[in-house]
């Protein structure tokens, strides 16, 4: 017999869908299926049942072969490999809960690495910015009942956030939205004719990388200032009709994702967005939310900002945070030649660094904490498998809008297995003992 | 002026930070006193004489300190920060935050620095015969309070994120510069003497730019307002006016909205 688990959160994208259903054998030993998740979801909810999942830590061997190896060894090795470094980086944290992240930061402080989540690859830029000048924000709740013009900027929620659409951002009918789609405009602006271009109002198709001459555009069209007569490929008529679209909504609420974050200029096109927000606001109620990709991203920031005070690229090794993204950054630093050890715990380096940090992370001692074989395990020198959180563990998210959820257990984890928190737990313990503190 | 010799020995594994290479932590002591400052690599504290060899002596104020350094020194960081008076030559490429918050004195670099040198800067002198990174003259992240003071002069080229935050003093590039210059500046001059690529005075609430060379595309939020007759660090010439950003709050002086001003010589 099967029973079937309701409210079930979803642990891949940071829209956190909150409303699966799973099919569970009756003795929580198998998942057998996934309702109202996307493809990307459900995947994630039944990869964890895949008969080749590595259920034991491995070493990596001389000849390039693994070896497997208990657990405890594979504490002491990680362990050992943090506490001798003179600077550790300790990357990743995205993919796990609050617990763990929270536990992982307690070794930091212990061994004086460099803490690094994967916003120096994604959203790190947007928090740079909201440093500079702040951020009106909002939650998805808000966006659902009121958001009446909605603007995508370099995102493709159609492809990477499925049912961000549907939940909260163009289709659903909401307190102050009844109408749902009709009830709202949609502006996209992509240098590319993507999914989600092709359902919006408007398609600002701008010319690759003129995104914060675009933005300053529009700041300047909402002061009825003279503009060029073309804007980053964008005639200027167009750009004084998209600022009176946006200035004659109700609710508008800007979209972006890494199209702005990681383009040219970084920082300074959020920053600019984020002006645009706030200038929007002067005509009407606007907000701005960046589309977080990992589902507990959000929540590293969060904790680490509640440890430490910075949200990513947080360098502990003099004993006190630091933080300067360029000098404290994974790839700066790895590239760079400026840590000793590699430690990397839910997210995939291996797959989206560029090659020459790959290549460090290759040469120096290394761990990779994934329920997963991926690039990043690949060229490590000790894989610790953990069970799944959000599906074999529960815990703490957050959102892509801030608000922390819980997610929950469904299925038994393989007999045997740890959790990252357990695991981190013993390092902990471990490195305390050889620092004698 | 009394001046002490440093010349590294030993290259450190990964990076080190060597903020105590500042007139003002060597002031008042003698060569076997200064070997004894704390130097940093990750987490571990050195001393200075662990990676220097030191001559010579200090003055008694920062004032009267002369610091050489040489050697290869690129995988230094943080030489003259927050120093406040005296001088320092380098005599080698170095890294990241040189002069960083310096209020005081004199650095010449006889070389290239890396990211960050000037960071925050309040008075004072830099100088680099070489090309600077990116950040020159730029706030402190979160910081709205960029450079305050001073000057620095790069006789080659720099990188992006040029002035960031600017409020004051100047920045002399004899070279080319990357994108991003004087991104919410409030005052301060900036010369370009080569070309610039774009995004120049974006979000630029007052203070001054000037380009002699080109310009490969220029921010929406500038207008043009005529051509002036000026000299510019000793290069007389015709220049464009133009005035920005248009997008950007700014004060009013007598009733005159003031503007950030980006200049770009007119060739003839």
Known sequence: ?437 | METVTLTIKNQPGLYLEADTITPDAFAGKKAEEIVDLPVYVGREQHRLGDFFDVSGKAGATPAETKIVVGGDLSRVKRIGQQMTGGEIVVNSNTDMYVGAWMQGGKITVNGNVDAFAGTGMKGGEITVTGNAGNYLGAAYRGDWRGMAGGKISVAGNAGSDLGTFMNGGEIVVGGDVDVHVATHAEGGKIVIKGNAKSRLGGQMVEGEIYVFGNIDVMMPGFAYREDVDIEVNGTKGRFALYEGDLGERHRKRKGQKIYGKLYQLVKA
């Open chain 1, 1 to 437: 017999m099967t029973k079937t688990v309701t409210d079930v959160i979803c642990p891949f994208c940071g829209t956190l869908c909150d409303d699966l259903e799973v099919v569970v054998s009756d003795d929580n030993k198998q998942l057998l299926e996934v309702y109202n998740a996307c493809a990307i979801g459900a995947e994630k909810f039944l990869h964890s049942q895949a008969k080749d999942r590595i259920t034991r830590p491995r070493m990596r061997q001389e000849d390039g072969s693994w070896k497997e190896i208990s657990y405890d060894e594979a504490i002491e090795y990680t362990a050992k490999m943090l506490a001798d470094a003179k600077k550790p980086l300790m990357y990743g944290w995205s993919s796990t809960n609050c617990e763990a992240q929270s536990v992982g930061s307690e070794i930091g402080e212990a061994v004086g690495a460099v803490m690094d989540n994967t916003a120096t690859v994604c959203h790190g830029t947007s928090l740079i910015a909201v440093q500079d000048i702040g951020i009106p924000s909002c939650t998805l709740g808000e966006v659902k009942n009121r958001a009446d013009r909605i603007l995508f900027w370099g995102c493709n929620p159609a492809h990477a956030h499925p049912r961000h659409m549907s939940r909260y951002s163009i289709f659903p009918r909401g307190f102050f939205t009844g109408k749902g789609h009709a009830s709202r405009k949609v502006i996209v602006v992509d240098p590319r004719p993507t999914d989600t271009a092709s359902i919006a109002d408007v398609h600002l198709q701008i010319e690759q990388g003129r995104d914060y001459e675009l933005l300053d555009a529009l700041r300047v069209a909402f002061k009825g200032e003279k503009l060029p007569d073309v804007v980053a490929g964008i005639p200027k008529a167009k750009i004084y009709e998209v600022a009176e679209t946006l200035k004659s909504g109700r609710f508008a609420i800007i979209f972006f994702g890494m199209g702005v974050t990681q383009s040219i200029g970084k920082n300074h096109n959020i920053d600019a967005a984020i002006a645009v927000t706030r200038d929007l606001n002067e005509y009407t109620k606007a907000a701005i939310m960046p589309m977080r990709g990992h589902y507990n991203v959000t929540g590293s920031g969060q904790v680490w900002g509640w440890l430490f005070g910075f949200p990513y690229a947080v360098d502990l090794s003099r004993g006190f945070a630091r933080y300067n993204p360029g000098e404290t950054t994974s790839n700066d630093l790895l590239r760079r030649d400026e840590v000793d050890a590699v430690f990397v715990l839910g997210s995939d380096p291996g797959a989206h660094f560029p090659f020459s940090s790959v290549k460090k992370i290759y040469d120096l001692p290394s761990v990779a904490i994934d329920p997963h074989e991926t690039p990043t395990t690949e060229v490590c020198k000790v894989h610790v498998p953990v069970a799944f959180v959000g599906v074999e563990i529960g815990g703490c998210a957050y959102r892509m809008d801030n608000v922390p959820i819980e997610t929950r257990k469904v299925v038994d984890a393989p007999e045997g297995m740890m959790t990252d928190e357990e695991f981190l737990t013993h390092v902990l313990a471990r490195v305390k003992e050889l620092k004698g503190v």
